[in-house]
């Protein structure tokens, strides 16, 4: 096998990529990888790892990127905060293009980190709180979570715990042991009002983020995910929140699962079903949840309106 297939069963078993080092090891010189990298026939996603395509062929995946920072960083390196959220599948934090990275005491000091996109952290998790996410170096999902909640704000924080909880990645049980694992930690007496806040049966941050802005508001729903069923039994729908006493349910309208022209036709007809059976249907976007004002006073003036 020549060298450039030998390479490319190195860069298989890395999403693509290789590391200067490694070409270095399989017949390329340093003046061959520098023309290479001159010429747009590599890519350099980080100091001394290259993706070995062209730009214009392909795109890094924000995992190659992820893991171009971690080899260029070395075996001590790994994923934290919002990038080991994002490796976990964790919904609810904003997207950025900052790639968090744990290195321990000696080993930060002594990194050289040339993108400015690349936040180090000097972190000394323990052993057994790191795990390999399909080969990518990341804190587990407790220490994940325990530390995310500790580094934002309540919305983005209870949104991460939702999605955690829906999921299945994290249990009712082990909320406690986040309490425990935070306790005297810098920011721990607002994270421990987040985990109080915390309900697995959110099903997007929008669902999320539209609860808290009733919570705030004064005007809470009493059920989530409330199930609507007709004098038969047949269930007409599923409201995201919903009042019970006063028939009113409200809707979280997401881009992805609401955007496509089959789910707007069966959002209409589900709602057209609700409001038959004597039910007030509202609905919000992401851009309502950004004033404070405007969910708490539309549920207002719904609930002041319904028959009770």
């Keep these: 096998m020549d060298r ?10 890395q999403d693509g990529l290789v590391c200067r080092d490694q070409a270095l090891q399989h017949g390329f010189t340093r003046h061959e990888v520098d ?5 747009g026939r590599w890519q350099s996603l980080a100091r001394a790892v290259y993706l070995p395509r ?7 995946s924000r995992r190659q990127q992820i893991r171009a920072v971690l080899l ?8 934290v905060l919002g990038s ?15 790639i968090h990275v744990g290195l321990p005491g000696i080993v930060a000091k002594r990194a050289r980190v040339s993108q400015p996109h690349v936040v180090l952290h000097q972190l000394e998790h323990r052993t057994e709180s790191l795990v390999r996410l399909s080969g990518l170096p990341a804190t587990d999902i407790i220490s994940t979570v325990s530390d995310v909640i500790l580094h934002v704000g309540r919305y983005p924080a209870v949104s991460v715990l939702d999605s955690t909880l829906n999921q299945g990645l994290l249990g009712e049980d082990d909320l406690t042991l986040i309490a425990r694992r935070i306790r005297r930690r810098r920011g721990a007496v607002a994270a421990r009002g987040y985990l109080a806040e915390a309900d697995g049966r959110a099903q997007s941050p929008l669902e999320t983020r539209s609860r808290l802005r009733c919570v705030d508001g004064r005007v809470p729903p009493d059920v989530l995910q409330l199930k ?4 038969d039994g047949y269930l007409l729908g599923i409201g995201d929140l919903g009042w019970r006493a006063s028939r009113l349910i409200a809707e979280a309208d997401g881009q992805g699962p609401h955007g496509t022209p089959e789910a707007i036709f069966a959002d209409r007809r589900r709602q057209n079903r609700l409001v038959n059976a004597g039910w007030k249907v509202l609905r919000f976007t992401w851009q309502d949840t950004l004033d404070p004002a405007y969910i708490p006073w539309v549920v207002h003036q719904a609930l002041a309106h319904s028959p009770r």
Aim: aromatic share 4%; proline share 6%.
């Design 35 to 39: 023309n290479l990298v001159a010429f």
């Design 54 to 60: 062209p730009a214009s062929a392909v795109e890094p």
């Design 72 to 79: 260029s960083l070395g075996p001590a390196a790994y994923a």
């Design 84 to 98: 080991a959220a994002e490796l976990h599948g964790i919904a609810g934090l904003s997207r950025s293009d900052e």
């Design 4 to 13: 450039e297939g030998r390479l490319r069963r190195v860069a298989a078993r």
């Design 228 to 231: 609507v069923r007709d004098d």
